[in-house]
């Protein structure tokens, strides 16, 4: 019955609980209008779940290039469901795995979730749940196609899905025929606004004083960055490879902002 | 005898009559002429099926765009014949199988439609029975050769079939080899036109009063909608998507006109 | 010895038997000179093998678009020919089976029929037995290799073998290297004339008078069919899909010639 | 020892004798020069095998269209040679054989062979052993490599071998590489030549007076044949398929003549 | 427990330990200032995975071309971190492993990292681990996937890891999607430069005084190498292949230099 | 201990003397300086190996045209080395391996030459050994990835391997990306040479007496042979092909000289 079926559900809930947490352990940092705005769009799919009776099933995708924070997006949103099933599918756990036992894996998951009245599941990095690879190009077909009938079929009766698919690659989705497969897409963008990468500069508190946060954006402005002008450096970067870069220019304490820099000039920005 | 074969028939049937209902709980709203014709065709060969003796084989296709209504058509038309025997062969139950397992399945339908003196097979989805992507493009060559070779084998004496498949591309089957294979292609349109769409809200009941309805039709009209000059957004909808949107509206009472309009815009129509 | 050969092919013969009225049981409407000519060409070659020692292998190609009456008509010749071994070997019994599973079923009808002195086996459908599909091309190519050799290979010494060989697609067996493969390669014409269709309309008794099968014929030529001038719709339709649009007509008794014209339009001739 | 050797070798040489007459049956016809160098040459291989000590290893190739005598001819050469062993590798016998299967097949021969001290293997229709097909092209690469190494490899102390291999087209076997590959490579020509043509109606008694003969050359001529000005028709066929196309004429015994003269213009010469 | 756990790490690092001498037996050499400002940016990764808690996985990339000594200095660095965890992944090891069994030992080495604190991986030779071949080009895209994952997986909680890889062909990386998947790309270039060329000739005594090097540096000098204008032969060998021209020079006593300067001349410098 | 693991490693030897000896029965003419020239090279890699302490491990390839004399010469350079463990790793005994056979077979011969001090390995044919086919072009891409890799890889501590390869094409190994694997490239030349051709003539004594021999290089002189002035033919023969001729020539004593002409003209050159 009901009850037990919640029970069984409890375990998966709990070490998904730990692999939300894992991925968003540095936390988010709200740099930019577009955060907030991702996080609540979010919100109103959760509800229109909770609420309607005529779609039983809503799925999203957050795309944008790599390392622009879509996994941490897409895991708060879904933590912040307090849906009884949340749950993340992620290539990290499926290394070395065949395509039959990588299908058997994801459709378990969704299988799961129709124990549970409300269920949100993050499909994170579709191109490496696809093994996809531009050269051919090379996919796993098998993978594909249970995506694109996972991703449209009707839970069943009284059960409620929300999908949270994530993907560094918006036109390979298209060329696979994803397109039309999403009843909403989220761009995730890098930052490329000097004004975000002072506020995580600031954030992460890699200068003990504001003075020297404001030093650093200037040797940057000074070098070009910001100015927009068509020649000079562009500012393009995910906010997971700045704090990369953050870590790395930390290590010398002498010569912090200039590390940075020339870190973020050989990125050939 | 053919009283056991009847009995054997009888859990199939009831199987169906679950599957069936799922894909049509949201039911069939006559928002254009087509919606009927369609319907009545469909019941036309129902009867050829069950009175001539000379084609107890008769297979059609329905198709049209992604979300244009062809399953629940399809569904309807076959619950609706009183046949004995009634299936719906989708890819949905088919996650993950094998190719071998696909074709079996498939296989095993017909033969089991054989056990019945008059049969309905409803096959769904072809291309992602096919297990199609246009890169390459790849399919399943097994599936395809079994489909060809089903679709044109007769049942045995005293059998009758009546084969309803479904596909989101004409093209692709025209490709594959199946031109030919069927005894009538009908086409199944998007919504492309205002009044099936005031149809369609009126229904579904997105506002409480006929004023709030055409108040949100001299928006979208307004936007361009349907004035069909090359210029202005040109409305081409599926009703599933349709449908899809006006729940997300509804999510927001205060502006639900509002953001009806701007999902279809963000549609890039 | 002997007899016990021809014992263990009775069986097969029985089995056979059955599929072949299967695939004949519409008949054969003689509806134009070439019908009858086919038919006595299958006569003289059944003859050939029967009489001469020279070649106790002979085999034949029918060959024509779609539905012309390919399998009829080799089922027919095969039939008539009274031999000891007579089998249908056709891709509807093999749904599902792979490529090693068809050659060993294809091998085996071949080295049955070993064991009767006098045998023709019908090979219906190359393309389907063959798995071919355009694109790509895929195909099966153990089973390609395998007819190659079987066309080609000599029966023991005192066993004779006729083998008739159906197909919907000349070029691709050219292109397969089936030319030269043939004793023979005989064309099944499509209906391309007005008194065919004629003739057939009155023999399956579509009205009840000679004078509903003229009007009918009339209001086609009015149509333009039969006038051959470049531009009028042109007359080209296998008498199998005749026959079924004939069975579809005939459903709406008020307007069985209109129904029926309006079907051969929609066919695009 | 030796003696025991030669015990062992005895079965496989009874098996292959049967195997040989039966391609061989309807004999050598002499109906050019060619025929009888193509025999000589063969002989001369067979001696140099018998008595040179520096080359215990040699392989020629029989080339020529479809049906003009080679597998006739080399087993005609190989048992004429007298060698304790003689052993015919057919695709006939390898129908549905998986490719290690078939190169297990080919390379027992081999060491078969090597138990006796002189041996020549005919190496029959190497396109079909290697399941070549035009399209894409696709063959066996393991059979093709195991072809390209025994061809090569140098029979143990004391052992010689002969290899005679036929192929229907000199090309393909250079595009996959056994150009350098034989000690000599023998093209077998079809007919060409209304004299030969005259000689085997002879041959055969297609015609019960050597006027008859003379009447139908007289018709062949008459339509052109053997003019050779670039209009007429060209005679260009293998002595097989002449062969067969006399055995269908004489089931017409009113109009032997005729019936071969179409069937000639009916091959598109 | 974690000293349960260290204990079981020994063992794989005693091994490892071994592995990494056999590759760095020859010594390094500072014949430029890139190789110790080499040595010193991997130190510093080395101490940036040691404190840092927001960067818990770091990943370098040392490139160049074939015998650069790419893998004798990602050795040296990983040997002088002092990590508890140090590992060499090379396909040495892997001759003959099928797709899966590269990929289980892969992840196996990650997996057992995750059991120490501090962990460092040397992944050697890219191409060679993916089976990479430019024909096609062919690799096997199970390896490539597994190490796209598994170069972006951060380590449990508590545990860091640093990945030093190795690789002959930046651009093929790039191709396979291996852009922006390293913290840092580290070029290890060829020795280009004269005086680099005699450093290396005096560190090996490949002469027994300082006037015999001076004289075959005079010797290429003439000969050309070291001008840099366009005609002359360029110096540019990877110090891999120097090493292994010298010791084939030293084989014939009396014309040391002339043997170096024709093999280098030989490679088509 | 090392007296044990030379036990072990002597029956390994004995069986490879057999192997070796088999491709050098016929001898080497020295009908050339390169012949002489390349075996002393042999040499003195064979002393490199044994002396030096930097380079354990050298590979060297012998390339030239089909029949050029590569086998004989690796083999009789591995023979005179006097090394405890010498072997031939040829595709003649690698008939119907399956990849993975292969490249166990190849891997164990790697593994047994580590058990000896010194070692030699002749890795023979290596297109056939990668099964390559100029058709795709196919070949076995495990097989290449085990010998890029062992023909890489250092021999554990205090034991130093010989590498000698053989191919037929140099440029396809370029292209699988040999190059810069081999310490040494040298080349195998046909003959093209009248000369060297007398010279071979003389040492087989295809003629009784000097003046036979001279009458025969008079008569290629006269067919233009050695003229080499862009019109007459040209000499352009692999040893091995030749040796085959001249035998093939004996068998007519009549015509010796015309026999060996006509042969010549024959291989189109
Ligand atoms: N506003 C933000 N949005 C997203 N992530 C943020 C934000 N602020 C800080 N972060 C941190 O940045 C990192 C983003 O990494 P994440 O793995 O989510 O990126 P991604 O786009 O999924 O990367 P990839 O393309 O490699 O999958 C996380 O560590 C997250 O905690
Ligand atoms: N006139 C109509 N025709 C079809 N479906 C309708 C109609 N009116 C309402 N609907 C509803 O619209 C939805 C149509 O979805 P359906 O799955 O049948 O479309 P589809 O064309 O099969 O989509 P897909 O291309 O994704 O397979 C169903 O929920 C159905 O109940
Ligand atoms: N003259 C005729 N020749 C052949 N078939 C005829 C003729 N007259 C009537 N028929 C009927 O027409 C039908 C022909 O169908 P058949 O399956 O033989 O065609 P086909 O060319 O083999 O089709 P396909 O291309 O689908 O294999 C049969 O039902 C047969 O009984
Ligand atoms: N001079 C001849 N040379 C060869 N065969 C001849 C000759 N005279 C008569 N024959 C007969 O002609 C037939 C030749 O057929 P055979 O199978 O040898 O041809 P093939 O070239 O091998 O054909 P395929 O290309 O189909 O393999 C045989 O039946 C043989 O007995
Ligand atoms: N400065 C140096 N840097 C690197 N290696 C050096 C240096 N000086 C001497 N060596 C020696 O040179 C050799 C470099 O070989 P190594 O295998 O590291 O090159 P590689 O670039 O990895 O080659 P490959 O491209 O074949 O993988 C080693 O034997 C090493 O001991
Ligand atoms: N100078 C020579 N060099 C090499 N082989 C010689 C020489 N003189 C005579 N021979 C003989 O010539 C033959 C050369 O054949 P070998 O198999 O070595 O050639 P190959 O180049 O390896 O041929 P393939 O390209 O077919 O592998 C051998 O029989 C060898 O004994
Ligand atoms: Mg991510
Ligand atoms: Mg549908
Ligand atoms: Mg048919
Ligand atoms: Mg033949
Ligand atoms: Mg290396
Ligand atoms: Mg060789």
């Given at each position: 019955?009901?009850?037990?079926?919640?029970?069984?559900?409890?375990?998966?809930?709990?070490?998904?609980?730990?692999?939300?947490?894992?991925?968003?352990?540095?936390?988010?940092?709200?740099?930019?209008?577009?955060?907030?705005?991702?996080?609540?769009?979010?919100?109103?799919?959760?509800?229109?779940?909770?609420?309607?009776?005529?779609?039983?099933?809503?799925?999203?995708?957050?795309?944008?290039?790599?390392?622009?924070?879509?996994?941490?997006?897409?895991?708060?949103?879904?933590?912040?469901?307090?849906?009884?099933?949340?749950?993340?599918?992620?290539?990290?756990?499926?290394?070395?795995?065949?395509?039959?036992?990588?299908?058997?894996?994801?459709?378990?998951?969704?299988?799961?979730?129709?124990?549970?009245?409300?269920?949100?599941?993050?499909?994170?990095?579709?191109?490496?749940?696809?093994?996809?690879?531009?050269?051919?190009?090379?996919?796993?077909?098998?993978?594909?196609?249970?995506?694109?009938?996972?991703?449209?079929?009707?839970?069943?009766?009284?059960?409620?899905?929300?999908?949270?698919?994530?993907s560094s690659s918006h036109s390979i989705l298209t060329d696979l025929g994803f397109s039309e497969?999403?009843?909403?897409?989220?761009?995730?963008?890098?930052?490329?606004?000097?004004?975000?990468?002072?506020?995580?500069?600031?954030?992460?508190?890699?200068?003990?004083?504001?003075?020297?946060?404001?030093?650093?954006?200037?040797?940057?402005?000074?070098?070009?960055?910001?100015?927009?002008?068509?020649?000079?450096?562009?500012?393009?970067?995910?906010?997971?490879?700045?704090?990369?870069?953050?870590?790395?220019?930390?290590?010398?304490?002498?010569?912090?902002?200039?590390?940075?820099?020339?870190?973020?000039?050989?990125?050939?920005?």
């Open positions: 019955d009901f009850m037990n079926a919640l029970d069984e559900v409890q375990p998966a809930f709990g070490v998904s609980e730990e692999e939300l947490q894992q991925v968003i352990q540095n936390g988010i940092i709200h740099f930019a209008p577009h955060v907030d705005e991702l996080l609540k769009t979010g919100q109103l799919f959760v509800e229109q779940v909770r609420v309607s009776t005529r779609t039983p099933l809503v799925s999203i995708l957050l795309h944008g290039p790599p390392g622009s924070g879509k996994t941490a997006l897409a895991a708060t949103i879904a933590s912040a469901s307090g849906y009884p099933f949340i749950k993340l599918l992620s290539p990290d756990t499926m290394v070395g795995y065949s395509e039959p036992q990588k299908v058997a894996a994801i459709n378990k998951v969704f299988a799961d979730s129709y124990k549970s009245p409300l269920s949100v599941i993050v499909v994170d990095n579709l191109e490496r749940l696809l093994d996809w690879t531009p050269i051919g190009p090379r996919f796993s077909n098998s993978v594909l196609q249970a995506l694109l009938v996972l991703f449209g079929r009707r839970p069943p009766k009284g059960r409620r899905l929300l999908i949270i698919a994530t497969n999403f009843d909403s897409e989220l761009r995730v963008p890098p930052i490329s606004n000097i004004h975000s990468f002072e506020h995580v500069l600031t954030e992460v508190e890699l200068f003990n004083s504001a003075a020297g946060t404001r030093n650093a954006i200037a040797m940057l402005q000074e070098a070009g960055f910001g100015r927009d002008d068509g020649q000079s450096p562009v500012l393009n970067i995910g906010v997971k490879k700045l704090l990369s870069l953050i870590e790395m220019a930390r290590q010398e304490p002498d010569a912090v902002a200039e590390r940075l820099l020339s870190a973020l000039l050989g990125l050939g920005m």
